[in-house]
Every structure is written in C-alpha cells, then in structure tokens.
C-alpha cells in the first residue's frame, strides 16, 4: 500500500512539473510584466533616466491630452464599426456557403485572409491605396479627384483600416457561424416551415436565436481584438496624418516607444487595460448567467 500510494504521490509531483515552465512564462512574461507596467504609469521616465515619482499625474493628464481623446473616439468607431460587420458578412458568406457542394473550397479562400499577419494585410492595402496603385487606377478610368493617397485622409483611413481589420478576420468568424449552423437542431426550422413561416421570419425567429452562443463568442472575440487592434494601423498610416487615425494601443506604443514618454504610456495601456478587462468580465458574466436557465 506505502508503494502504491508512494507512486502515486510521484506520479503527482511529476504532472505538476509539467505545467512548471508554461508557470513560470506566464508569471515572467504576463503577471511580473503587467505590474511593472502599473508600477511605471505613476512615474514620469524617458526609459533611460532615473524614474520621477509623480503619482496620479499621468492618469490626469491622458484624459486632459487631445491625442488620448482622439484616439479613444477612434477606438470606439471601431469597436462600433467591427461589431456590426464582423457578425453581419461572416454571418452572410456562411448563410450562402454551408450547403454548397464546394463548402471546402470557399473556407479555404475566405480563410486565407486570417492565415496572413496583420503587417502583410496592411502592406497589401497600403500598396494597393497608394498613389501609384487603385487611385491612379481611378483616375485613368476617368475619376481624376480620386487620386490622392487615401490612406492620408483623415477618417476615411480610418473606415479603410476598419475593412481590412473585418477583412483580415471573416474567415475564422465565417466557420464559427458554419460550426453553428451545422450543429443545430432541425426539428424547429421544419416546425416553422409547416405552419407557414416565410424566409425572413424563419431566420428571424429560429435560426438567429440559435446562433446565440455563437454570436457571443464572435462579438467577444471582436471585442477583445478591436480595443487592442495596432499593426495594421502602424504599417499602414503610423496613426497619422497628425496622429488622427491612432488608436489607444497605437497610442500607447507612439507615447512609450517613440516619444519615449515611458509613464505616460504606461498609464494608457493600464486604462486600455482596464477597458478590456470590464468588457470581458460583463459579457462572460452575461453569458454564464444565461446559460444557466
């Protein structure tokens, strides 16, 4: 009995070794980082002199900087934006495509965007909305006050971003919406052709309420993947012109990074932080209390 129980109490230890080094990352790279960075925001530190102990002050002073301002009302076009089209096209290419015969073909095309990295997606859209690329097009075609650099118009560079963003992540939100499609039950639709129900009303009333999970899932995934969104914008416009297609994760990299303003930065990604952590505490509380009934 000692043995066997001196075994098992082995075998315990070693199970526990196993999750030591993916313990040891995450406490190295994500918790000691993370207070660091909390630690940093009541600092006033260029990252390479001694570190200015000024408390709240940067806190203040984000919601006082123009900049902060206007890359938070941009933030918020986005998640607004990629909210309703990240359900809306992904939700519409799999109503088309999950009873075709070629479903594997068009996964694989719709999917391909979302295998590229974000940098390559901006490096394409930025070649494409130069100068020399769709707008020379444009003007060849006849629509000589479309050539300009998109990408340099405040705003519209901005919605220009937002599609390659949705671009960039249709095909993984696609297959979900396939997923759950493919897995629900049958029995209401056909109750609901037998009494009548038109198209509309059949999506309407069944087939979208049972998509629910999946909605959940896509519009928290957009959610999470929007507010931290950073290297698309980067490649393709740096947040300009004159910072006004910045974001709050651009932001907070320009002010650490470029302008080497360390505990300024530092207090926009504990907000952004923050932002984060509340949406996703809400929405996965939402989610559990009404998977309860």
């Avoid at 994500?30 to 002199?49: L, N, R």
């Avoid at 519009?219 to 290297?231: A, E, G, H, R, S």
Wanted: contains cysteine; aromatic residues 16%; charged residues 10%.
């Amino acid at each position: 009995m000692k043995n066997s129980h001196g075994q098992s109490g082995s075998a315990g230890i070693l199970n526990y070794a196993y999750l030591l080094p993916a313990i040891i990352l995450i406490t190295v790279f994500f918790i000691m980082s993370t207070g660091f960075t909390i630690y940093v925001s009541f600092f006033e530190w260029d990252g390479f002199s001694p570190m200015v102990f000024t408390g709240i002050k940067n806190y203040i002073e984000i919601f006082k900087d123009a900049n902060f301002l206007q890359s938070f009302i941009n933030t918020l076009i986005w998640v607004g934006c990629a909210l309703i089209l990240n359900c809306l096209f992904p939700l519409l290419f799999a109503l088309l495509i999950t009873n075709s015969s070629f479903l594997s073909f068009f996964k694989y095309v719709f999917y391909l965007p979302s295998a590229l990295a974000g940098v390559v997606g901006g490096l394409i859209i930025r070649n494409l909305l130069s100068i020399h690329g769709i707008p020379t097009l444009m003007s060849s075609l006849g629509f000589e006050n479309l050539r300009s650099e998109w990408l340099a118009i405040p705003y519209v560079n901005t919605f220009i971003m937002i599609i390659m963003g949705v671009w960039s992540g249709l095909g993984l939100n696609m297959i979900l919406f396939i997923v759950g499609l493919r897995s629900m039950a049958q029995d209401p639709i056909e109750a609901a052709i037998i009494d009548g129900a038109g198209a509309f009303k059949r999506y309407w009333y069944v087939v979208f309420p049972m998509l629910e999970t999946t909605f959940k899932v896509v519009i928290l995934m957009t959610l999470v993947n929007t507010f931290k969104v950073f290297d698309g914008i980067w490649i393709m416009t740096k947040g300009g012109p004159f910072r006004t297609s910045e974001t709050l994760a651009l932001t907070m990299y320009v002010e650490s990074f470029v302008r080497n303003h360390m505990g300024f930065g530092a207090s926009v990604a504990v907000v952004l932080t923050i932002i984060i952590l509340v949406i996703s505490y809400f929405q996965l509380k939402k989610s559990f209390a009404e998977d309860k009934y």
